[in-house]
């Protein structure tokens, strides 16, 4: 080979490396939008450009994300929503599920008080009472702008239901993979499987049903969901199970505004979301740790990104706020949370007296299976910013990848399973490994514990990181390892959120890490140390929203198949 053509395709190979190694977020001087699917960000970034703040464009998204994400988008599941507005004024809202009012605390029990095996994930007694239709138009009619109206707002979502969309590689094969799942239930089986085929990439995916139902809510907003012929679909469904959710449950199903949780963290502020959720109390909690540490640290010690004291840390950290997660969270309405230790700097100091830094604690041993072989990442969060300064941060979910596998017949939407993150029974895991004690026991219309984390952090008052994740129990961990990269690591939004993470949660007492997340070094250092180090799928599924002087940098995770627009 003469020397031209070796020099020629080194620079064609270091140009490919360079392309693919690609970390540069996406730039927006007056929007953006991050979400999981294509097209619903740009059913965000249309909403922007004609008139709509980013509370529209975030109602809007949710909406789109029910028709063309079904494994995670979803008007048969619930969310979080936290804002912080131009003019200031900062909200977050809940419009997680409600258990509905015939569960009972030992309803996934059998008569010998063990768990029976599939019911709080893969039957339509998985299902709590939907929340987001509720959620979504409310936080539309209380913070939209006030031009766009309900049909604009939905007309997009029921296009692409109605019409039809092209399904990219990436859902043609996360449908072909969950086949079996997916043939569980007929109506199921009916929409989103191919008898004859599997799903290719350029598929037209038509959903006439869930149009329909799309509709009945723009004509009727809530009431087309909670009464009428959306509600008596759902009752229908419940029917092949005697009773579950019923009319009562549905027409008194009602989002909420919550108390945002604030903390702040190296001179940032952090605004989060409180209970129901656990992500926000945690998350502040840690850094409150973490900053006492780094305030301390003397210069042997090394943070650095992922290196051996940086990952023991965390661990020893994550180790005791999940601790008391377990113990101490649950749905604010039904059990006191103590908030206040959860933000107190005195308690986070106290917290930190017995961390061996060259050790690890032993957690306490519980038997447990391992819930983390075969985890679905499968709730969706999307971070969107206006031209005015509004920032929205929304996580949402069906609980596991397509939830229950049910879809309501006729009504053409699955249902969630998310009661399986209520304890069923104390010291018994749930599919995320997590615990629970007495605080998030079932009753009757009381909302599941969460991990959803949806974020926002400010700086001199002023939206800086929008961020949010899905994962289970590693969304907390995963938020706050992204505004860690960011603040301590210095990392632009796109780096911070395809960086490998790390993730312990007490319980079951392992760190886990991601292929190629640690070098064999690292890892051996750290069994030194004592810890059970194991590498497992990816950890989160981050999408964010970096804001400078300069405009808005748009960060899609590279995990999965996500779009920043901005423009
Ligand atoms: O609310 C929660 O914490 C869970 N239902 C979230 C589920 C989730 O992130 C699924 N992905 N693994």
Redesign the pocket.
């Known amino acids: 080979m003469n020397d031209k053509i070796v020099k020629f395709s080194l620079i064609l190979f270091l140009f490919i490396v360079s392309s693919c190694s690609n970390k540069s977020p996406v730039f927006g001087e007056n929007g953006m939008v991050v979400s999981t699917s294509r097209h619903a960000s740009q059913v965000g970034i249309d909403i922007l450009q004609a008139g709509g703040n980013a509370i529209d464009a975030a109602a809007a998204v949710g909406f789109a994300l029910a028709v063309t994400s079904s494994s995670?988008g979803n008007i048969g599941g619930g969310g979080f929503m936290t804002a912080k507005l131009a003019n200031g004024e900062v909200f977050t809202l809940d419009y997680r599920e409600m258990a509905p009012k015939s569960a009972n605390r030992d309803m996934y029990l059998d008569k010998d008080g063990n768990i029976i095996k599939g019911k709080s994930r893969s039957t339509h007694f998985a299902s709590g009472v939907p929340g987001s239709v509720d959620g979504l138009l409310k936080a539309w009619r209380d913070y939209g702008s006030g031009v766009i109206s309900r049909d604009q707002l939905m007309g997009p979502a029921i296009k692409l239901a109605r019409e039809g969309f092209d399904l990219s590689i990436y859902e043609a094969e996360r449908f072909n993979k969950n086949k079996e799942r997916l043939s569980k239930h007929s109506e199921t089986k009916r929409i989103f499987t191919r008898d004859d085929r599997e799903w290719k990439k350029d598929d037209i995916f038509k959903q006439t049903d869930l149009a329909n139902t799309l509709e009945r809510i723009a004509k009727n907003g809530r009431d087309g969901f909670y009464k009428g012929e959306t509600a008596k679909l759902i009752v229908e469904e419940m029917k092949s199970v005697g009773s579950w959710i019923d009319y009562e449950d549905l027409e008194n199903y009602v989002s909420k505004y919550r108390q945002p949780v604030k903390g702040s963290f190296m001179g940032y502020e952090i605004i989060s979301m409180g209970p129901p959720?656990s992500g926000g109390l945690l998350v502040v909690h840690m850094l409150n740790m973490l900053e006492k540490i780094i305030e301390g640290k003397n210069s042997d010690f090394d943070l650095s990104f992922n290196s051996v004291h940086y990952i023991h840390t965390l661990t020893e950290l994550e180790r005791r706020a999940y601790a008391d997660r377990t113990e101490h969270m649950a749905d604010s309405d039904y059990w006191d949370v103590p908030n206040s230790m959860f933000l107190s700097h005195d308690y986070a100091h106290e917290r930190l007296k017995d961390i061996n830094f060259k050790k690890a604690t032993d957690s306490q041993l519980v038997e447990h299976g391992n819930p983390y072989s075969n985890?679905?990442?499968?709730?969706t969060h999307y971070s969107i910013i206006d031209s005015e300064g509004n920032a929205v941060s929304v996580t949402t979910?069906i609980?596991?990848g397509y939830g229950n596998g049910i879809t309501v017949t006729g009504a053409g939407f699955l249902l969630n399973n998310?009661m399986d993150?209520f304890s069923s029974k104390p010291g018994e895991p749930n599919m995320?490994g997590l615990l629970g004690n007495e605080a998030n026991a079932i009753e009757p219309k009381k909302r599941?514990l969460?991990?959803?984390t949806p974020t926002i952090v400010l700086k001199d008052d002023s939206p800086f990181l929008i961020l949010g994740s899905?994962?289970?129990?590693t969304?907390i961990t995963t938020v706050m390892q992204n505004i860690l990269n960011v603040i301590v690591h210095d990392m632009n939004i796109q780096e911070a959120v395809s960086s490998p993470r790390v993730h312990s949660q007490w319980l079951p007492d392992m760190v886990f890490h991601e292929k190629n997340g640690l070098s064999p070094e690292i890892i051996d250092e750290l069994k030194k140390m004592g810890h059970d180090v194991r590498m497992r799928g990816s950890i989160g599924e981050a999408n964010g929203i970096m804001i400078n002087e300069k405009g808005f940098w748009g960060g899609p995770d590279s995990r999965g198949e996500n779009t920043a627009i901005g423009y």
Request: glycine share 10%; aromatic share 4%; charged share 20%.
């Open positions: 995670n959720s985890q679905s990442e499968e709730t979910t609980n596991s998310e993150d995320f599941p969460s991990s959803m899905p994962g289970g129990s969304i």
